[in-house]
């Protein structure tokens, strides 16, 4: 990913179910960052699917999100963010607007897999909670856009699920646009429905299953990208006082990162003013 001109990555937990595997996978995140030339930004999603031990007991499990793994996860400072799945397959709004509660009560910013598989209300609960990010969005309403603008949260586009999981909903791409709600186009690289670690080739798919154009999708994995992580006040655009984090194409326009299934390498690669790879002639 460093070589395709990532500079900023987020991680999210979530596999584990528990506080020590969630907290050890957190941990790992915050090693790479100092193992390798990229900023990690490290993402709790303890409420992404019910462990075993509390089948038939969602309650259960999220009082223990909120009452132990989130407190103690939290006091580790491992963690920049908080998520959770609010859907039909996994947690309710009002599951979901406890977990958020508890995170604002920490002073941690939110952000939601939201609307993925159905209109379950969650671009709503994002927007009310002013989230950095909802995720997903295939179903969300269209009239729901001036919520997440008003709110100030980014709409982040995940082709690779869609398209891996053959989904035909699309997101309500045209009513973000008319109401000024910042785009933002990830990998959401997993094992179960993304498993795809090019940025490069989710901007193609952004163009072509999602419309978007070359330059809404270039915005979509820079300036929108580092809103959705809530870091724009240093990086995401060339600025005087901002990290200089940039990647160099031989290339004379965004329209050729965009129209190869999977465009070529950057040259360079530069985070934070030192070059990661590739090189200057």
């Known amino acids: 990913m460093i070589n395709q001109g990532i500079t900023t990555v987020e991680i999210k937990s979530g596999y584990g179910l528990d506080t020590s595997t969630e907290s050890k996978m957190l941990r790992i995140a915050q090693r790479l960052e100092h193992e390798l030339p990229v900023s990690v930004h490290k993402t709790f999603l303890g409420a992404h699917a019910l462990p075993p031990e509390y089948s ?4 259960n499990y999220i009082d223990h999100i909120c009452q132990d793994m989130l ?4 006091s580790e400072s491992l963690i920049n963010s908080v998520d959770a799945f609010c ?11 406890r977990v958020f509660t508890a995170a604002s009560d920490l002073g941690l910013p939110v952000r939601l897999h939201a609307d993925q598989l159905s209109d379950s209300g969650g671009a709503s609960l994002a927007a009310e909670f002013s989230a950095l990010s909802a995720d997903h969005l295939e179903y969300t309403n269209a009239a729901v856009a001036k919520n997440l603008a008003t709110a100030g949260t980014v709409a ?17 791409v045209k ?16 094992p179960g429905s993304s498993p795809m670690e090019s940025i490069l ?22 300036v929108a990208a580092a809103r959705a992580l809530g870091v724009l006040h240093d990086r995401g655009t060339l600025e005087p006082a901002k990290r200089a984090d940039f990647a160099l194409w031989d290339a004379a326009e965004p329209a050729e990162l965009c129209y ?6 950057p040259v360079c690669v530069v985070n934070s003013g030192q070059i990661a790879t590739g090189g200057l002639d």
């Open 71 to 74: 407190p103690a996860i939290a």
């Open 156 to 172: 982040v586009l995940l082709p690779g699920a869609f398209y891996y999981l053959g989904e035909t909903t699309r997101p309500p």
């Open 87 to 97: 859907e039909t397959i996994a947690f309710s709004n009002v599951q979901t607007r």
């Open 201 to 222: 080739l989710a901007l193609n798919m952004a163009c072509i299953l999602f419309a978007l154009t070359p330059e809404e999708a270039l915005r979509g994995v820079t």
């Open 260 to 265: 190869p299934i999977g465009a070529p390498q």
């Open 175 to 190: 009513a973000f646009r008319d109401c000024d709600v910042d785009i933002a186009v990830a990998t959401d690289m997993n």
């Open 56 to 59: 038939g007991q969602p309650d």
